[in-house]
């Protein structure tokens, strides 16, 4: 199955501050996803990135709060823009290996905004 | 909608016991279920995938059941062990026009005490 690599694993930002997150696939894929996880939560679909198009957003995430980039089959990134502390999360990005081997996640990047 | 909620929301048991974890999906339309296992603040790994047209299916001391039907899976780790202590996910795909999208229960936060 497909290898994701995410960084930063963690970081502390300042509020007001945004932090860019990536996510990186050792092989083509059509879509790839970022979740959000708050403290205790489980988790939840921010959008779905598509090379070549703007990414689709669910209800209640917004393009200029998480603007995403998606250059190529094989790379994306995630950036939350001017933070506060309920942006506290973790954040995950996941692949669809297909039928057979369902989803794939990166390790999470582990975001405390102060 | 579908709704995916795990029972219990936790659990903790001594070294060497079988258990079993559940999960219940509302709309029993689904492509597929993902059972997943997550360490504190690190990313999901995949621990089984059973599709639509199967029962079961079983990976070392694991073993995934579904009752499409009844709108129910379950996890039955055999043995545990405190490497085992983790926090447990189910996912389920939709068959539908969303059919990318997983959606998930809250998790069983496991612990095996030695």
């Known amino acids: 199955s497909a290898v994701i690599s995410q960084k930063p694993s963690r970081d502390i930002c300042q509020r007001g501050t945004s932090l860019t997150i990536q996510c990186q696939v050792d092989?083509?894929?059509?879509?790839m996803f970022w979740y959000r996880q708050q403290p205790g939560q489980s988790l939840t679909l921010i959008a779905t990135?598509?090379?070549?198009?703007?990414?689709?957003?669910e209800s209640g995430f917004v393009i200029d709060k998480f603007p995403i980039s998606r250059p190529n089959l094989t790379f994306s990134t995630l950036t939350v823009s001017n933070m506060s502390p309920e942006d506290s999360s973790i954040y995950l990005c996941s692949v669809d290996q297909g039928r057979n081997d369902g989803y794939t996640f990166g390790s999470g990047t582990r975001l405390t905004v102060v | 909608k579908q709704e995916v909620t795990q029972i219990p929301a936790a659990l903790s048991v001594p070294e060497g016991e079988n258990l079993v974890l559940n999960c219940s999906f509302t709309?029993?339309?689904?492509?597929?279920l993902q059972w997943f296992r997550q360490d504190p603040g690190k990313g999901l790994t995949s621990l089984l995938l059973?599709?639509?047209?199967?029962r079961e299916q079983t990976s070392g001391r694991l073993n995934a059941s579904l009752d499409k039907s009844s709108g129910r899976s379950t996890l039955y780790i055999a043995a545990s062990q405190p490497g085992d202590s983790a926090t447990y996910l189910c996912?389920?795909?939709?068959?539908?026009?969303?059919?990318?999208?997983?959606?998930f229960g809250s998790g069983t936060r496991l612990l095996v005490r030695p």
């Open positions: 709309d029993s339309a689904i492509y597929n």
């Open positions: 092989s083509q894929v059509t879509m």
């Open positions: 059973i599709q639509s047209s199967q």
């Open positions: 990135a598509n090379q070549g198009s703007e990414a689709t957003y």
């Open positions: 996912a389920v795909r939709g068959s539908g026009d969303s059919s990318y999208k997983l959606i």
